[in-house]
């Protein structure tokens, strides 16, 4: 199992493997640049959730999952159990999501106590309140693409404008009246660093969201022509 979750992000290019590496350079770059700012811990976590997240940490889980989605041969769907495919690309999901989030989420953690900034116990509150806001963020959207996928459009096409839309929208949204950045990015946006209201306004609702997500994928993926897209 452990074999085949990972075996489509190995049969990737050299030259596709290369790209994905200069990318993630320039995204981890940014990244740290931002983070060494002296900035207060609050003022920072906002600005890495508002901002930092749809730029550098989302399209770094969409392209990791994309990449190493698996999708079956003909000769591949003849010998195994064709759920296997819709297995492993949950499996990929949730442990690239998981995977983005842990690693953003502790450089974070690791930049602000070497400022000094983690010195009271409420603000790892704040911290666990970012790591869960990092993965429903990253499950989220990650859904709706694979979504898009087993609807039988390739990834290549999803990808771009699964990337730009946040981006754009962020950059529109902020201009306009009202709380709209906050429903558009209803997991992941900063309400408080309260952990009960997070759990109360986003992650229940999240969980609804991911069953219901995980239905329609299995609904798509069930009536798809796989022979088709082989």
């Known amino acids: 199992m452990i074999n085949d979750l990972f075996m489509p992000i190995r049969r990737v290019s050299a030259h596709v493997r290369g790209l994905m590496w200069i990318a993630a350079a320039c995204g981890l770059a940014y990244y740290l640049s931002v983070l060494q700012q002296s900035m207060p811990l609050p003022v920072l976590y ?7 997240a ?8 969409l392209m990791l999952f994309c990449m190493g989605c698996a999708r079956f041969g003909a000769f591949e769907r003849v010998r195994r159990d064709p759920r296997d495919e819709f297995h492993l690309n949950a499996a990929w999901l949730a442990l ?5 989030a ?42 709706l693409v694979w979504l898009l996928m087993n609807l039988g459009i390739p990834w290549g096409q999803i990808l771009p404008p699964a990337i730009a839309i946040p ?5 529109c ?18 309400i ?31 009536c798809s022509d796989r022979l088709r897209l082989s």
């Open 46 to 52: 906002r600005g890495c959730m508002v901002e930092l």
């Open 54 to 61: 749809e730029r550098v940490i989302l399209p770094a889980n």
């Open 96 to 100: 690239v999501a998981l995977s983005i």
């Open 102 to 143: 842990v690693s953003a989420w502790v450089l974070f953690v690791v930049a602000n106590m070497l400022k000094g900034s983690l010195c009271e116990s409420g603000q790892w509150s704040l911290c666990v309140v970012m790591l869960l806001q990092l993965f429903m963020m990253n499950m989220s959207v990650a859904l």
């Open 167 to 171: 981006i754009i929208a962020d950059f």
């Open 173 to 190: 949204l902020k201009l306009m009246p009202g709380d709209l950045t906050r429903y558009a990015f209803y997991f992941w946006y900063p």
């Open 192 to 222: 408080g660093d309260s952990l009960v209201a997070v759990l109360v306004r986003q992650v229940a609702p999240f969980i609804g969201y991911c069953i219901l997500l995980t239905m329609a994928n299995m609904a798509a993926f069930n």
